[in-house]
């Protein structure tokens, strides 16, 4: 079944066309990773999906429903939410705050310790630390909150703009190993992601963007099994 689909999406910022027709769309308990260079138009593609820029032609359906026109409170109601690349922490508050404040979207009676309990379950080290300071975490525990923050939700497609931003490779290790266990319980995940070692063995289809399109689709299995892509992006000969 076809959750998101995404038709000919246009975004624009005054004068500047960041995205120029892009279709994608992403099956249920599928991984779909787009990848590229700076300024390719990635985040721009995945702010449309959250209804955080306006499309200026194009749709964005959800399990079949035009939502091009939703705003974002609805669009994460009805199952999507966003990690945006600065990961949107409050530094401020202790960790098991960041993770309440955003159960404050859940439907009314929803057992919110519940849900962080469940969001944090990939996260055992996030788990034991709930009133630490947000401001202590590490780089890779900002993130693994970020994840655990929209996870209270308990959405369908969870949205990742570059994951692995700053992060050194043995945190990447952890932070993909629970993307990859959050798959394997059927969560449906859209990322964006500059890292293409990393995306290509998490994602089940890979497109790359360039100057607003999508240049290419690959598929990460032929990619594993092609030896110049293994010597250029995973270091093997
Ligand atoms: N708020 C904005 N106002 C004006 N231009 C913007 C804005 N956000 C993005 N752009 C421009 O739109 C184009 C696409 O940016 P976008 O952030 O979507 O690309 P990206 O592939 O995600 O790159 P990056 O990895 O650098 O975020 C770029 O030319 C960028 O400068």
Not at 100 to 128: I, K, Y
Not at 207 to 230: D, Q, T
Request: proline share 5%; net charge positive; aromatic share 4%.
């Amino acid at each position: 079944m076809t959750l998101l689909e995404i038709s000919d999406l246009h975004v624009s910022y005054g004068p500047i066309d960041a995205v120029k027709g892009v279709s994608l769309s992403v099956e249920r308990g599928g991984v779909v990773a787009i990848v590229g260079p700076n300024g390719a138009g990635k985040s721009s593609t995945l702010l449309a999906v959250q209804g955080l820029v306006r499309a200026r032609s194009g749709s964005v359906r959800w399990r079949g429903t035009d939502i091009t026109g939703w705003a974002p409170e609805r669009r994460a109601r009805a199952g999507i939410s966003f990690v945006p690349e600065s990961r949107g922490v409050f530094r401020t508050l202790s960790i098991g705050e960041n993770l309440r404040l955003a159960g404050c979207a859940l439907a009314p009676g929803a057992d919110v310790s519940e849900r962080v309990h469940l969001a944090l379950r990939h996260f055992p080290a996030l788990a034991d630390r709930l009133s630490e300071r947000a401001a202590v975490l590490s780089g890779g525990e900002c993130q693994q909150l970020a994840i655990g923050r929209a996870l209270v939700a308990a959405p369908e497609l969870l949205v990742l703009d570059e994951p692995s931003l700053g992060l050194a490779p043995v945190v990447l290790d952890e932070l993909f190993a629970a993307l990859a266990a959050l798959r394997g319980e059927g969560l449906t995940i859209l990322l964006v992601e500059q890292n293409v070692a990393r995306a290509v063995k998490l994602a089940d289809h890979l497109f790359s963007m360039r100057g607003g399109v999508i240049e290419r689709v690959r598929e990460p299995a032929e990619l594993l099994r092609n030896p110049s892509f293994r010597a250029k992006h995973l270091g093997m000969g």
